[in-house]
């Protein structure tokens, strides 16, 4: 198939690197548009890290160098590619919105279909797994905040205590 993203025919070769580098700085920039189910940075770790898609951990779960290369290729060949194509057909429709939304909407089942996990996405999976770990982490940061309102108020009372034994030894000395 001449269109491949492993095809000798594609023409020019994209250099491994090249495409590594465009999945890990798009991935980043989708961050900071705030896509649903998008990881955020996290500190040193690397985006595709995070994601699980960095060569090392690919390659420690069996997938080869050159099957590594080659699912960079395609991510970058067909997403490039699909949203080419959709721009270039929306040039000449009447409510273009209107059609890029179908044809996307389209698109996003038929991976849903792909996948086959339960009819989600991995992202829909890695959405909802990150969204508990948001709300186990709003729950410890509010047992945290409670706790220290708590110990802020047995203060306010021995302080008051301590304020009220002292304004009693002042009136008594006066």
Not at 117 to 125: C, G, N, P
Request: aromatic residues 8%; glycine residues 4%; contains cysteine.
């Amino acid at each position: 198939m001449a269109n491949s993203p492993d095809s000798v025919e594609s023409a020019p070769k994209i250099h491994p690197d090249v495409t590594e580098n465009w999945l890990a700085s798009t991935l980043e920039q989708a961050a900071d548009l705030r896509i649903p189910g998008v990881l955020q940075p996290h500190g040193k770790v690397t985006i595709l890290t995070q994601y699980g898609l960095n060569r090392e951990a690919l390659h420690a779960k069996g997938c080869s160098r050159e099957g590594v290369d080659r699912l960079y290729r395609a991510m970058f060949v067909y997403s490039v590619g699909f949203y080419q194509m959709i721009e270039s057909l929306m040039q000449g429709c009447k409510n273009n919105f209107v059609v890029a939304s179908s044809v996307w909407k389209t698109f996003i089942i038929l991976l849903e279909y792909c996948n086959k996990v339960d009819y989600r996405t991995l992202i829909s999976s890695m959405s909802m797994k990150h969204q508990r770990q948001m709300d186990e982490a709003e729950v410890r940061f509010d047992t945290k905040i409670d706790q220290a309102i708590s110990h802020f108020d047995e203060r306010e009372v021995d302080y008051k205590s301590q304020i009220a034994d002292l304004q009693k030894t002042v009136d008594e000395s006066a």
